[in-house]
């Protein structure tokens, strides 16, 4: 066969041709045993029992990533054709760049005290099929790769800013594609404009053209609004801290007390030692296995968390970011007692989750504009982005249903 051609749902037909080296490359590495893998890591974790369409991959999203990494330099290439050296490490690159993920992705990480691109680079540098696949390539180009995804560095700065930066390709087809599942409607962006405007700065640096600078401040506000919306919705909250709190309750019980299969031993107790193997064999498929065991068989305070989760009887998330520190803390006394009082074990069903969130970070590598004489940061060009730039504090108190009546009187008190 003289190529290969992937379906997508997003971008339509994505096209590989075998006489490309750099395509042929990345078919390789789509073919290896941990890229298959992420067809079996939800991109968005526990989003699903909350956005019933959120089911798709991590294997979906990389495809999709490669693809506007391709047609990225496309853009960039007739004017800085120097570029095209690196189109091997940029596609290993933008398709390897999630392939550190552990079960639920995100969620994952916090689950289980994982850093996704510690893993990847790790992964890239050691697995002798990835390995040998981009050393084959070209001599050095797997710790290129490796360093590109765990530490952000690589000698050019376009290529690296491709697959990390504010504007880069991660981003551009998470936020489409994540709010295409969900049914977010806002989360559509001007995807050609963006391309076409994308330009080099005399640094070398990727900017972009004055006349992408309305796509760009809608790309912005999209992020912000998938954040709000989705990323952060209050449900998908609650799914991650009855997700950490299982995986803390099963650490603390034990082996002694907890079942668990050989690698998710590992994954529980030894994790400081964990193995390539023992890494890739963990996924949604064996997480979710366990989690149904423990529903059946657990202690009550572990098999209580993995009921909630599996039959979907979550817990309640109130928004509390408009109090001040002091009364968010007496909210959480209040619903502990309040939960204590109806039965419950406070520890395993109340909690004060806060964060803090921006749409746009002007000094984490931030956007720039280009015109030919005049390099701008974007944000002290658009108000829009400026304003984007502030953070913005998020807190909810979690309780059980049963005891939202009295918490709201307490709390319109």
């Given at each position: 066969?003289?190529?290969?051609?992937?379906?997508?749902?997003?971008?339509?037909?994505?096209?590989?041709?075998?006489?490309?080296?750099?395509?042929?490359?990345?078919?390789?590495?789509?073919?290896?045993?941990?890229?298959?893998?992420?067809r079996r890591i939800r991109q968005l974790g526990p989003a699903y029992l909350?956005?019933?369409?959120?089911?798709?991959?991590?294997?979906?999203?990389?495809?999709?990533?490669?693809?506007?990494?391709?047609?990225?330099?496309?853009?960039?290439?007739?004017?800085?054709?120097?570029?095209?050296?690196?189109?091997?490490?940029?596609?290993?690159?933008?398709?390897?760049?999630?392939?550190?993920?552990?079960?639920?992705?995100?969620?994952?990480?916090?689950?289980?005290?994982?850093?996704?691109?510690?893993?990847?680079?790790?992964?890239?540098?050691?697995?002798?099929?990835?390995?040998?696949?981009?050393?084959?390539?070209?001599?050095?180009?797997?710790?290129?790769?490796?360093?590109?995804?765990?530490?952000?560095?690589?000698?050019?700065?376009?290529?690296?800013?491709?697959?990390?930066?504010?504007?880069?390709?991660?981003?551009?087809?998470?936020?489409?594609?994540?709010?295409?599942?969900?049914?977010?409607?806002?989360?559509?962006?001007?995807?050609?404009?963006?391309?076409?405007?994308?330009?080099?700065?005399?640094?070398?640096?990727?900017?972009?053209?004055?006349?992408?600078?309305?796509?760009?401040?809608?790309?912005?506000?999209?992020?912000?609004?998938?954040?709000?919306?989705?990323?952060?919705?209050?449900?998908?909250?609650?799914?991650?801290?009855?997700?950490?709190?299982?995986?803390?309750?099963?650490?603390?019980?034990?082996?002694?007390?907890?079942?668990?299969?050989?690698?998710?031993?590992?994954?529980?107790?030894?994790?400081?030692?964990?193995?390539?193997?023992?890494?890739?064999?963990?996924?949604?498929?064996?997480?979710?296995?366990?989690l149904e065991r423990w529903q059946e068989e657990g202690p009550k305070e572990?098999?209580?968390?993995?009921?909630?989760?599996?039959?979907?009887?979550?817990?309640?998330?109130?928004d509390v970011a408009s109090r001040d520190r002091g009364s968010q803390l007496?909210?959480?006394?209040?619903?502990?007692?309040?939960?204590?009082?109806?039965?419950?074990?406070?520890?395993?069903?109340?909690?004060?989750?806060?964060?803090?969130?921006?749409?746009?970070?002007?000094?984490?590598?931030?956007?720039?504009?280009?015109?030919?004489?005049?390099?701008?940061?974007?944000?002290?060009?658009?108000?829009?982005?400026?304003?984007?730039?502030?953070?913005?504090?998020?807190?909810?108190?979690?309780?059980?249903?049963?005891?939202?009546?009295?918490?709201?009187?307490?709390?319109?008190?």
């Open positions: 066969m003289s190529g290969r051609t992937y379906h997508d749902p997003l971008h339509g037909a994505i096209r590989l041709e075998r006489s490309d080296p750099a395509e042929a490359l990345a078919i390789a590495l789509i073919d290896t045993a941990p890229f298959q893998r992420l909350t956005f019933h369409g959120a089911e798709f991959s991590r294997f979906t999203h990389s495809l999709g990533v490669l693809h506007l990494a391709r047609l990225a330099l496309a853009q960039l290439a007739p004017h800085h054709p120097e570029l095209l050296e690196h189109r091997g490490v940029l596609y290993a690159a933008a398709l390897l760049h999630d392939v550190g993920h552990g079960p639920l992705s995100h969620s994952g990480e916090e689950m289980y005290g994982l850093n996704h691109e510690a893993w990847s680079g790790r992964l890239v540098r050691e697995h002798p099929q990835l390995r040998g696949l981009l050393e084959s390539h070209a001599e050095g180009c797997a710790d290129a790769v490796a360093d590109l995804l765990e530490h952000g560095r690589y000698p050019v700065q376009a290529i690296k800013a491709l697959v990390s930066s504010q504007l880069d390709c991660d981003r551009l087809d998470y936020l489409q594609r994540d709010g295409y599942s969900t049914g977010a409607s806002y989360g559509r962006l001007d995807l050609q404009r963006i391309l076409a405007a994308l330009t080099l700065a005399p640094d070398g640096a990727l900017a972009v053209q004055p006349k992408g600078l309305m796509a760009v401040e809608h790309y912005l506000v999209v992020r912000n609004l998938m954040y709000r919306s989705v990323y952060n919705h209050r449900l998908n909250v609650v799914c991650n801290w009855l997700l950490r709190r299982l995986i803390s309750v099963a650490r603390q019980l034990g082996p002694g007390r907890v079942w668990a299969d050989a690698v998710m031993g590992r994954w529980l107790w030894e994790r400081g030692s964990l193995d390539l193997a023992s890494f890739l064999a963990n996924d949604d498929i064996r997480t979710g296995y366990h572990l098999a209580d968390p993995c009921r909630r989760l599996l039959e979907r009887r979550l817990l309640k998330a109130t007496e909210l959480l006394a209040q619903a502990r007692t309040l939960a204590s009082q109806a039965g419950f074990d406070p520890d395993g069903c109340c909690a004060l989750e806060q964060r803090q969130t921006r749409g746009y970070h002007p000094y984490a590598g931030g956007l720039r504009l280009w015109d030919g004489r005049t390099l701008q940061a974007l944000e002290q060009r658009s108000p829009l982005v400026h304003s984007l730039s502030e953070p913005a504090q998020l807190a909810w108190l979690i309780h059980p249903a049963e005891v939202a009546p009295k918490l709201r009187r307490f709390l319109d008190s």
